[in-house]
């Protein structure tokens, strides 16, 4: 299985301040079809995951521009420019590249 | 506009079953995947297999082979989830969640607590 690799454990950023979560993957993402199937998910306390971003860096409607995914093959990050108090909760990576499709251990964003 | 609306929070004893429902509304339910995702309390996001909503047809992750079994009302335009022979570790949230053609999951359900305690 895959296994998605995501630091820090957790951050506690500032607001206005940038956040970055790191998320390695132990295979290649990049599906035959040269797609890579990478997304992010935002889970905020009591809530449902909500998604952010797909095929490693679009942003899903809704999404403000301040969330920014980027990488390739193993190495991959989501960047939280200007961080806002509705940005808390915890960030899961997830690929859908290979089967079984599998998540990210979670970072957890803390607002100083 | 679509929403995926979970059935409500489910006690059950160990070695009891449990059903779970997921019904879809404001798109063709059988247009998209349907996808289970699992988790226990303060831990993180697993997922659990997914049904082909035309088909019919069931993939299970490998925890999750056994006791679990996805199904449809298609005509209700829900998918369910059974549980059956209930373990202290089933205790979680279960989420449904639609996936999109470009293997998203764009719509997600509120969840639904099950918890397994004697």
């Known amino acids: 299985d895959v296994v998605l690799t995501q630091t820090p454990v957790s951050l506690s950023v500032t607001l206005g301040d940038q956040a970055s979560i790191s998320c390695r993957s132990s295979?290649?993402?990049?599906?035959?079809?040269?797609?890579?199937?990478l997304e992010w998910y935002l889970q905020k306390p009591g809530q449902s995951p909500q998604l952010l971003i797909y095929g490693v860096s679009n942003r899903f409607s809704g999404v403000p521009d301040r969330f920014i995914g980027s990488g390739s093959g193993t190495d991959f990050t989501l960047k939280i420019s200007r961080v806002e108090p509705e940005d808390l909760g915890v960030y899961y990576c997830?690929?859908?590249?290979?089967?079984?499709?599998?998540f990210g251990s979670g970072t957890k964003l803390e607002i100083k | 506009q679509i929403q995926l609306v979970q059935s409500g929070p489910e006690l059950k004893k160990p070695g009891e079953s449990v059903k779970i429902s997921c019904k879809a509304s404001g798109y063709t339910f059988t247009d998209y995947a349907m996808h289970w995702v699992k988790q226990a309390p303060g831990k993180g996001l697993k997922w659990m297999g997914w049904?082909?909503?035309?088909?019919?047809?069931?993939t299970y992750a490998d925890d999750f082979k056994g006791r679990f079994v996805f199904s449809l009302e298609a005509s209700a335009s829900t998918a369910n989830l059974q549980i059956s022979n209930l373990k202290n570790e089933d205790t979680a949230t279960y989420f449904c969640?639609?996936?999109?053609?470009?293997?998203?999951?764009?719509?997600w359900g509120q969840g639904v607590m099950v918890t397994v305690s004697s």
């Open positions: 295979q290649s993402l990049e599906y035959s079809d040269g797609y890579t199937y």
């Open positions: 969640a639609r996936m999109a053609t470009t293997d998203y999951f764009d719509y």
């Open positions: 049904i082909n909503t035309y088909t019919g047809k069931p």
């Open positions: 997830f690929q859908a590249t290979h089967d079984p499709l599998t």
